[in-house]
């Protein structure tokens, strides 16, 4: 199947989802270990499913970036107590320890997340994955589409310190007096 996707140019990314046989990154790393490391394996990144199996997110990225190819953005948070777990006994999803949110509404630090993205030249695509237990779907879809727009981080195509070959170079060089013959 994986050779399949390579023919066609396409990245197969599997979730990395609780309960499933791919939940975290040491399940992903024995699946990878048993396809021969095949480009085409890679990530789906939800950070909602992570925090919810109390996986570090951010390292995650850290990790996994060179796999990491479609990004779910969706919100969830984590409310400890000592009654139930993540899944809540199978409480209505109100009352749950774990539940998901819209984005922005929840425990996920998305501003790290679009960061490290952009640091790691993430070329995909944020996809909103919306689910939330309190707020009304058209309205977690408006809004997410504009939390998106928000975070999405347009990278430079040169240091942010690089002035002497900025297309204001000429200027630049006159105002400190150095387009001056000496």
Same mark, same amino acid.
């Given at each position: 199947?994986?050779?399949?996707?390579?023919?066609?140019?396409?990245?197969?990314?599997?979730?990395?989802?609780?309960?499933?046989?791919?939940?975290?990154?040491?399940? @992903?790393?024995?699946?990878?270990?048993?396809?021969? $490391? $095949?480009?085409?394996?890679?990530?789906?990144?939800?950070? =909602?499913?992570?925090?919810?199996?109390?996986?570090?997110?951010? *390292? @995650?990225?850290?990790? #996994?970036?060179?796999?990491?190819? %479609?990004?779910?953005?969706?919100? %969830?948070? #984590?409310?400890?107590?000592?009654? =139930?777990? &993540? #899944?809540?006994?199978?409480?209505?999803?109100? %009352?749950?320890?774990?539940?998901?949110? =819209?984005?922005?509404?929840?425990?996920?630090?998305? =501003?790290?997340?679009?960061?490290?993205?952009? *640091?790691?030249? #993430?070329?995909? /695509?944020? &996809?909103?994955? /919306?689910?939330?237990?309190?707020?009304?779907?058209?309205?977690?879809?408006?809004?997410?589409?504009? @939390? !998106?727009?928000?975070?999405? !981080?347009? &990278?430079?195509?040169?240091?942010?310190?690089? @002035?002497?070959?900025?297309?204001? %170079?000429?200027?630049?060089?006159?105002?400190?007096?150095?387009?001056?013959?000496?």
């Amino acid at each position: 199947m994986l050779d399949s996707f390579d023919h066609h140019g396409v990245d197969l990314c599997y979730e990395i989802h609780p309960g499933e046989d791919l939940h975290d990154g040491v399940t @992903f790393e024995r699946f990878l270990s048993e396809v021969n $490391h $095949h480009p085409r394996c890679n990530i789906l990144f939800d950070p =909602s499913h992570l925090l919810l199996q109390h996986i570090d997110y951010l *390292q @995650f990225i850290d990790l #996994y970036h060179p796999r990491i190819k %479609a990004f779910h953005v969706k919100d %969830a948070e #984590y409310q400890l107590n000592g009654r =139930s777990g &993540v #899944y809540g006994g199978y409480q209505p999803w109100l %009352a749950r320890a774990g539940r998901f949110r =819209s984005p922005g509404d929840g425990q996920i630090d998305f =501003s790290r997340i679009f960061s490290k993205l952009a *640091q790691y030249d #993430y070329d995909g /695509w944020a &996809v909103l994955e /919306w689910e939330c237990c309190l707020k009304d779907g058209e309205t977690g879809a408006r809004e997410g589409a504009e @939390f !998106i727009r928000r975070h999405i !981080i347009p &990278v430079a195509d040169r240091a942010f310190d690089d @002035f002497a070959l900025s297309e204001n %170079a000429p200027s630049v060089r006159h105002q400190l007096g150095l387009d001056r013959d000496v």
